[in-house]
């Protein structure tokens, strides 16, 4: 006769099954970005009938992770009708409605744009000095359209909240707000009054990327590479010092200037490999610019094993004008 444990049996009857052991073990595995085995642990305790909060959530915190972002928000749903005062809960459920927004046509775009907004509000209505979700909050209010419930202004005011908080943090807001807004004057204005900003990637990076997009390339190669000589510790200081590289990259591309910059900056981005989405794009910028200098032979060392693996029909259909 099979043995049927005590938690199996709670889990049919709907009930908590969610031991303190449970928890540790699944937090242990988000501590060392092992979702996977976190979903796996998660997966035989969850079902129709579950009615643990925890178990749901958990489970859809790791789907998120993971990139299903139709699980994860399914799940979510189900934990916050359970838990509805959970601001963690609320955070996770509206990264997994943003998540699907992006993913999502854009006549039902909009109706996940909004669980998004209102989780997150709900999130910081929770816990009012919650940093993570009052980044989250302002950050939605300023790159959603109106319709969907953006408000600069509203960035704004979360972003002076926040940085009662975490300077820096509130700080790099306001400076994403202006920039988007189009506000130079005060960004600059910003950026000079801040110790804090002028040393940090982000600043220069946003300065270059409003350079490039009208087309005033050669000042932005020179942002790029300002940001990119930022030396920083935390992970969002990284990402932004990376992405510096490839948009400088980019620039001298687009540009048709500064070859040897672009192909040491982007040379510097590959060889680091912390940001894989940008790979495959990052090889063909460094391939267009080895042709720039005439150095054929090692443009096609990239471009013939990147069109036999690549999936990505805009790349291939780059690399064929080329070869």
């Given at each position: 006769?099979?043995?049927?444990?005590?938690?199996?049996?709670?889990?049919?009857?709907?009930?908590?099954?969610?031991?303190?052991?449970?928890?540790?073990?699944?937090?242990?595995?988000?501590?060392?970005?092992?979702?996977?085995?976190?979903?796996?642990?998660?997966?035989?305790?969850?079902?129709?009938?579950?009615?643990?909060?925890?178990?749901?959530?958990?489970?859809?915190?790791?789907?998120?992770?993971?990139?299903?972002?139709?699980?994860?928000?399914?799940?979510?749903?189900?934990?916050?009708?359970?838990?509805?005062?959970?601001?963690?809960?609320?955070?996770?459920?509206?990264?997994?409605?943003?998540?699907?927004?992006?993913?999502?046509?854009?006549?039902?775009?909009?109706?996940?744009?909004?669980?998004?907004?209102?989780?997150?509000?709900?999130?910081?209505?929770?816990?009012?000095?919650?940093?993570?979700?009052?980044?989250?909050?302002?950050?939605?209010?300023?790159?959603?359209?109106?319709?969907?419930?953006?408000?600069?202004?509203?960035?704004?005011?979360?972003?002076?909240?926040?940085?009662?908080?975490?300077?820096?943090?509130?700080?790099?807001?306001?400076?994403?707000?202006?920039?988007?807004?189009?506000?130079?004057?005060?960004?600059?204005?910003?950026?000079?009054s801040s110790a804090l900003l002028q040393s940090r990637p982000e600043p220069y990076f946003?300065?270059?990327?409003?350079?490039?997009?009208?087309?005033?390339?050669?000042?932005?190669?020179?942002?790029?590479?300002?940001?990119?000589?930022?030396?920083?510790?935390?992970?969002?200081?990284?990402?932004?010092?990376?992405?510096?590289?490839?948009?400088?990259?980019?620039?001298?591309?687009?540009?048709?200037?500064?070859?040897?910059?672009?192909?040491?900056?982007?040379?510097?981005?590959?060889?680091?490999?912390?940001?894989?989405?940008?790979n495959e794009w990052a090889q063909l910028r460094l391939s267009q610019l080895y042709l720039?200098?005439?150095?054929?032979?090692?443009?096609?060392?990239?471009?013939?094993?990147?069109?036999?693996?690549?999936?990505?029909?805009?790349?291939?259909?780059?690399?064929?004008?080329?070869?």
């Open positions: 006769m099979k043995r049927v444990t005590y938690a199996a049996l709670l889990v049919s009857l709907g009930l908590n099954a969610a031991p303190a052991d449970l928890q540790q073990q699944v937090s242990d595995l988000w501590q060392h970005q092992d979702f996977a085995a976190a979903k796996n642990l998660l997966a035989d305790q969850v079902n129709r009938k579950t009615t643990d909060a925890w178990l749901l959530a958990a489970l859809g915190r790791s789907e998120l992770e993971l990139g299903q972002a139709d699980a994860a928000e399914e799940l979510l749903a189900r934990a916050i009708k359970i838990d509805a005062d959970n601001a963690r809960y609320q955070f996770w459920f509206g990264r997994a409605s943003c998540d699907r927004a992006q993913q999502a046509s854009m006549f039902s775009a909009l109706g996940y744009a909004k669980r998004c907004r209102q989780a997150f509000e709900q999130a910081v209505a929770l816990a009012p000095t919650d940093t993570g979700y009052l980044k989250a909050l302002g950050k939605y209010y300023a790159q959603a359209p109106g319709i969907a419930g953006g408000d600069k202004e509203q960035a704004l005011t979360v972003a002076a909240r926040l940085e009662h908080y975490d300077p820096l943090q509130g700080q790099l807001l306001q400076l994403e707000v202006l920039f988007s807004a189009e506000d130079t004057a005060a960004a600059e204005q910003l950026i000079n946003m300065r270059g990327i409003q350079l490039a997009q009208s087309r005033d390339y050669p000042a932005a190669i020179a942002e790029f590479s300002k940001a990119s000589a930022q030396n920083v510790d935390d992970e969002d200081g990284k990402r932004n010092r990376l992405l510096a590289l490839y948009q400088l990259g980019r620039a001298s591309v687009l540009g048709k200037t500064h070859y040897q910059q672009g192909i040491t900056a982007l040379n510097e981005f590959l060889a680091d490999g912390s940001l894989p989405d940008f720039a200098r005439e150095q054929r032979q090692q443009a096609e060392a990239i471009l013939v094993p990147l069109l036999a693996r690549s999936q990505d029909d805009n790349l291939k259909s780059e690399i064929k004008k080329i070869l």
